[in-house]
């Protein structure tokens, strides 16, 4: 009786009878459709509101994340940040008009969460492809070593200040401390670089400065993680581990520009033969994705491969074109990433009425200045003749974004934090995430009075 | 000890430690890419050495499938075909080199699987959101009456001859020759779709009326499969649930296109409006999915949603220039869906070694004649005084592609099929699949030839 007017789909999933649940499978293709659609709306409406009000777009895209997420109206929640079924309103959608049992709720829940979760990381992947393919080789290589300045005083200036003020002014021990020194360090380099792109800044000697210590600090980011996780776990360092992190890091991003070079030519040949569609556009992200893929088995992770491919594809007469036919596929791909990063952050950590917020708010407060502060000066750090805007250089750096998140929840995860610090790095995290993007177009805006400040302070030192 | 080398996206999702598993998170999104990769380099060559060969490329798709899938190289295998984690190449490669345990396997497979498919029906999707888009629903109007005679006689020759033969010469019982008359009558407007698009014939009348004809085929195929499965399932048919299906399919393509009329102004003024990027693209897939979500929950197709979709958004001035944007989405997007396709095919069932394959190819035989006799003959049944390509639009409605093996699983999940009717519908929708592209490109080739041989038949009768 029960298949009458199933659709196929279901049926199809159920081929040969294996299928643990047969019935969840298009209830699963539903549930991402309706979170695509959710997803949508907010990117859309938040982003343009954002432009309204002259702010970076990408940040409309965090806050309507955290409209349609746990935080708000519960459209979109995921199971690793504590959300069951019953918490999803897609969940809700799909049990009154697709007939979702109560049983298979769970199920189905985890299984298109899974999917708009992948979805999400997919789309930060073609995100840093495509910025990528919009930075250039040798520019990056010109700025390198000022970005890596920028990259380690960002890295060293937070982590030591971070970690000696938790344990001078709040007397926290030390292991707690460091671990909270250490995800003041991070970089989130997805919405450093969307709003570089948005502000037309990218190719610009400070856009390509920060987007090189972005990357330096991502793989800075991974090895500092390494080592507090191990310490964290068993009171010292694993140094084989982190001698094999530091050489096939270094190794994975030389190794792919150069080879790169080679492989440039054999790219444009490929895809000049190829006569069926997609002749770009497939050999293209194929290289991408195999880079992603080598970079997330080589403990790395996913978006500096991605990165690596743009970074090599950009070198090629393919370029423009190939541009143009990443633009869409990042438009309906990106905006998955922003708003779930926004979905996942709970703004209860922020209310007061809890005397564990209190404490966290607190500690908060300072780990604020340490990340703001400790982020800002490494645009002072860069050397050279050449004028640049310093101010933009080290705002560049202050949003922690999901990197940030990363440690909060490792944190967790060991039982290192307690209560009030994990809210305090929770908080740090969105506040220096959701503060960088109109800091940022303001310092680029007030580009010239920037520099005259930057000139005050050179002639007071 | 273990954390460190560890990717932060593993630690991000293990936020709040939650996740029953933290390990599999970032072997999941491996998994995707892995499995992705294999996917495009599959289509290229399938596509490429297919174009070479003056065949249209999604054959070679479809062959490439065949060739990584279930029958060959086991690198895209799908857990709703029987297979397990240990079957799956990408799981030992996820294994070898990405530290993936055996015990997480099942879990990782199971869920880049899922992820894997998903993507390959949110590329059917867009195919057909595409497909929509190259339709003109005022041609489509004009040929509608046409096009509803070729999917009622391509519905009804097929199901009474293949019923009636299986009875009378094979001597089977009713119900089992029922079911696969009935697994007769469905075409894949997928494969077809996708044929006349690359032979540059979607336009034309006989483009126009297959299109037609396989969307109503597929309406059409629904309310076919409710009713055998009911008479399988409970020996008679349920005919409140026959007609709420019969109400809803026709109310949800005629109220769409309908209301689309309305909607097709503010989707315009909406697009000149947003300013931020994804400003068309986003829209369109906002509508596309919220369609297709809607068909779903109706228990039709979500891609008759997504049809109905671009069908309205082919009315409106934004028309060409959403083609151009939707083109790289495509070509990403629809190879996923023809290779998963073939690589769900199981070409065991072609082995003669096994008695029940022999028996099966006997069967398989006399289903294979009347499927293409009984579809071909629908050109035929075109009224009218304009010319048409008759054995184009007979020969645009053999495949019966993944619909096909849609009725080959549900026989095999209520037990009415045995081995041999099972391996022989297997056997006629492999062939119907992979033999109606060749000949639709041969029928609209040898145009001058066929017309001649049509004005022959007709002057005979």
Redesign the interface.
Known sequence: ?F???????I?????????PN?EA??L???G???S??FI??A??LG??LS?LANLP?VLGELVGGVIVGVSALHLLVF????AVAGDSVVVTILQQ??GLSPESSSEVFA??S??V??LA??GVIILLFEIGLESDLRELQKVGSRAAIVAVVGVVVPFVAGTAGLMLIFGMPTIPAVFAGAALTATSIGITSKVLSELGQLKSTEGQIIVGAAVIDDVL??IV??VV??LA??GEV?VT??I??IISATAFLLGSIFLGKFFNKSFVAIAEK?????NL???A??FA??M??LA??I????ILGAFAAGLVLDETDKRKELDQ????????LV?IFFVSVGA?VDLSVLNPTSAVNRQGLVIAAFLIVVAIIGKVITGWAVFGKEKVNRLAIGIGMIPRG??G??????G???GVLDKPLQAAIIIMVILTTFIAPPLLRFAFQGEEEADKADLATANNQ
């Open positions: 009786m298949l009458i007017g199933l659709s196929p789909d049926v199809y999933h159920s081929l040969l009878a294996t299928e047969p499978a298009p699963v293709l539903a991402v459709l309706v695509l659609v949508y709306l990117s859309k982003g343009e432009q777009p199971p690793e940040t504590g008009i697709a299984s298109f899974e999917v979760s992948v990381e997919l980011g991974i993680l390494a996780a191990s776990k068993t694993d581990n982190l094999y992190l190829l006569q069926t569609r997609g556009v497939i050999p992200l194929t994705f195999s992603a893929f997330n088995v403990h790395l992770e996913a036919q990443i633009l869409p596929i990042a438009d309906i905006p996942r999901e990197v998140l990363v440690f909060a929840g490792i967790a995860a060991s």
